[in-house]
């Protein structure tokens, strides 16, 4: 009985062949549909403004942003230094796991599209074929329509970007201890400079800015002009 258990198992791998772990998914999704040099099509290169929200130690997939700081055009989007200054714009571009229902913790909505993702990739599916049909969001925002939005985003740019307290110790030198935290990559590009940072939603920080940031986008968001990344083309 047990040799015949083993030699189904057995046979069972290699026809679906070796099982795919969650981590393998996650680098799927963030490669695939949450790869932000591929978030604006219309403009190729490296985005002006880049972040990935990554739910706990797994970095589970929860969304993935690029901004672009443009000249708004008749057909479309050219580089800022061809109209005046009050007329350039920010144009900011997600793609989000789907929210799971009855959750708050964003991480669960990231752990669960990669769980998806991970069965379609173990039966052979496309990653983008899998994205489709799990309801990923994609959206946009521009900040000349959003106030609010502006006002976060301006909180962000003004934020110290270098750590200056000691990690474990407050002002009252009391330990504080950060367990398996969600953190937020972010990255503002500008000529010949970059900015960057890593960390978790620490009060003040950039991370918990910029999540703020986007929290004040909410009632803004709208369909983007160009197809989602993982939408189907011709070619599939």
Known sequence: MLISAMLAITLGLQETGPLL???DSNAAIWEGPFNTGTFFPEQPGEPDLTARYLGDDYHWPVWAVAGRFICPAPDG??????CAPDQRDWVIRQAA???VENSTRPRHNGSSLSRRVQEGLQADADVNAVARDAGLIWREARLSTCPVA?????????VSWVPTDHPFVNSSDELTLVLHADTIEVSLNTYLQKAQFTGWLAEGNPANRFNAFIAALEPCWSTPPVPAPW????AD
Do not use: I
């Not at 989007?77 to 061809?82: I, K, Q, T, V």
């Not at 502006?150 to 003004?158: G, I, K, S, V, W």
């Open 21 to 23: 772990s969650l981590s």
């Open 150 to 158: 502006q006002e976060a985003f301006d909180a962000l740019r003004n």
């Open 231 to 234: 939408a189907e083309t011709d």
């Open 77 to 82: 989007m050219e580089h800022p230094n061809a």
């Open 97 to 99: 796991a789907p929210q």
